[in-house]
């Protein structure tokens, strides 16, 4: 069965630098998210992203948060100046449309932020 | 604002028992969905069961059924024959219907599901 990829599993950084997750979605899907979850709280959503461009961002995606989706296949999250408070799971997800309303999780990524 | 709520932060059970997770949540929209999302130790989330929130009868999937209250704004989960594979921390979540592109998750704390043999 299809999956969402996420590498790495694990990211460890310096405070101030910047990483980038990456997210394989589902081949066929065109609808692709970012979330978190910091340790103890809810999963949040971060953003939303269609057509190459941004649908739809929550207030924790600031100017340090961008998204890309390089080369059709990959959809990755950069994080510059990361801070201590940006340690979390973070979630990929794709869908096939938003008819359907189902969205296929990654694993995750957990960063943390030394 | 939605917001979703789980009391129980940890549950275990017997292997074979039923055992049911409690969501409350709290919308001012008419046409919503709801899930139930399933997370194993160390994998990634997989839905177990959607809800619309247009259709009275509660969904069901296999052992998996959910009691959809929508006055009550209530969605609870049902496993019945719960196998030690059910052990996984289990997230109630909210997305609106939506005409534009608001199709966002909003998750529940979770719920700590331990299948005991």
């Known amino acids: 069965e299809p999956e969402v990829t996420q590498t790495p599993s694990h990211q460890v950084t310096q405070m101030g630098q910047e990483v980038i997750l990456r997210c394989v979605p589902i081949s066929n899907h065109l609808y692709f998210y970012w979330y978190r979850q910091i340790l103890g709280q809810k999963v949040e959503f971060l953003v939303s992203?269609?057509?190459?461009?941004?649908?739809?961002k929550s207030e924790i995606f600031d100017d340090r948060f961008s998204v890309e989706r390089p080369d059709g296949s990959n959809f990755t999250l950069k994080i510059r100046s990361t801070k201590l408070e940006d340690s979390a799971m973070y979630f990929c997800?794709?869908?096939?449309?938003?008819?359907?309303?189902?969205?296929?999780f990654g694993a995750g990524t957990r960063l943390s932020v030394l | 604002a939605q917001t979703v709520t789980q009391s129980q932060p940890e549950m275990s059970v017997q292997e074979a028992e039923t055992v049911t997770l409690s969501c409350t949540y709290d919308?001012?929209?008419?046409?919503?969905?709801l899930f139930w999302y399933k997370q194993p130790p160390s994998r990634q989330m997989i839905l177990v069961i959607r809800q619309e929130a247009y259709k009275q009868q509660n969904a069901t999937e296999n052992r998996f059924s959910v009691n959809f209250q929508k006055a009550a704004k209530s969605f609870s989960l049902k496993i019945s024959d719960s196998q030690l594979g059910d052990t996984a921390m289990y997230f109630c979540?909210?997305?609106?219907?939506?005409?534009?592109?608001?199709?966002?998750?909003?998750f529940g704390k979770g719920t700590r599901l331990h299948i005991l043999p």
């Open positions: 997800a794709s869908s096939e449309n938003r008819a359907k309303n189902i969205q296929y």
């Open positions: 979540a909210f997305m609106k219907q939506s005409m534009n592109r608001d199709d966002k998750i909003i």
């Open positions: 992203f269609y057509n190459n461009e941004i649908s739809e």
């Open positions: 919308t001012s929209e008419s046409n919503y969905y």
